[in-house]
């Protein structure tokens, strides 16, 4: 018997009055890839997370993990299985200092001694040591982005969902969040939103683009970004290929 893709969707479709966000949307994912999600605002890219994360349910089609039907079912539920997601709201407490925050999120799941001992350990991952006694709302915007990344750590997900991780950040703070992906992906697979395409081009591998709610292309990073229709459906946009 083969083993099923990690995660895996069929005709996803979810409609919103006359518009179709996402348009029977198959895709596949297999473990610990790492798969850049792109396409242009309202491609419906944050609405196809919200339904693998059980956030809205699809009007037609499937979403499964492993092989097992996850579509329809609650968002605790799917994540207890192992999908976390970093949205674009944040989701840290500013009065908290950082390791703080990631025991709290690791405390969910383990035992206050556990929690201490997986909080450290995602310090050290993220390279976040240096500043584990800081209040979360003294950092500056990327450290604060890297501790919204370990909160979603300490959930111990086998799939992480990254909703425009670079967004805002300085040239060196994307140079390091890339790093911190390709660290991250060497046990997890995640699927990243960005638009920032020198940050695509930092981790990418396989990227799929999404237009209109469909999927336009899904091929490795240097031939998506010669592909004359993502050029085009970019076009005006600021496609810095
Ligand atoms: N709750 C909703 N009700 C009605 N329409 C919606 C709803 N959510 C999303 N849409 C529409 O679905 C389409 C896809 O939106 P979505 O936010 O998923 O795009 P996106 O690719 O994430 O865009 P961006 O890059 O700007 O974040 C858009 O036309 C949007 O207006």
Redesign the pocket.
Known sequence: MTTPPLLETSNLTIR??G?T?VNSVDFSLKETELRCLI?P????????FKLLTGQLRPSEGHVKLRGEDISGSLPHEIARRGVGIKTQVPNVFNAMTVEENLWIAARHKHTPAFASDLAEEILTQLRLTGIAKREVGQLAHGQRQWVEIGTVLAGEPELILLDEPAAGMTHEEVERTAELILEINRKRALIVVE?DMQFIKMIAKTVTV?HQ?SVLIEEDVATVLQDPRVRDVYLGKGLAA
């Open positions: 919103f009055g518009v966000a396409g605002n309202g491609a419906g890219k944050s609405t196809f638009h999404l709610g």
